[in-house]
């Protein structure tokens, strides 16, 4: 099991915006994907977005996209995820993960390491 280091989230006000970060330790993630999911208290795992490490491309949760963008920087290794218009509804833990299969995918099961996750608290 290899731990992503995260970093970000924290407390904002409704309607503002924070970016987090997901690394492996300054390691380049090669043909690996990886997701952005979110759990709030009492409910299940919840996929935001996913990111190619090698192409780019991109998946969304239809339901956040607009308002979270999910980001690679190859010369930081590290992978982001903007998030704009926050709700109170947003508030949970954040993780990052990394799939070694290839493909985007929304499945949580589908990843094989995960970040300690970091808490996003929104404030009304």
């Known amino acids: 099991q290899v731990w992503l280091v995260q970093s970000g989230g924290g407390l904002v006000q409704a309607e503002g915006s924070l970016r987090l970060s997901c690394s492996d330790s300054?390691?380049?993630?090669?043909?690996?994907?990886i997701g952005w999911f979110r759990q709030a208290p009492g409910k299940a795992r919840e996929f935001i977005a996913a990111?190619?490490?090698?192409?780019?491309?991109?998946k969304y949760a239809d339901s956040l996209k607009g308002r979270f963008t999910i980001s690679r920087d190859n010369a930081k290794n590290a992978v982001y995820l903007q998030m704009i218009g926050l709700r109170p509804e947003d508030t949970a833990t954040y993780y990052c993960?990394?799939?070694?299969?290839?493909?985007?995918?929304?499945?949580?099961?589908?990843?094989?390491?995960w970040g300690q996750g970091t808490q996003v608290t929104v404030s009304s």
């Open positions: 300054g390691r380049s993630f090669g043909t690996s994907s």
């Open positions: 993960a990394r799939k070694f299969a290839y493909g985007l995918a929304s499945d949580a099961l589908q990843y094989n390491d």
């Open positions: 990111i190619s490490w090698s192409s780019g491309n991109t």
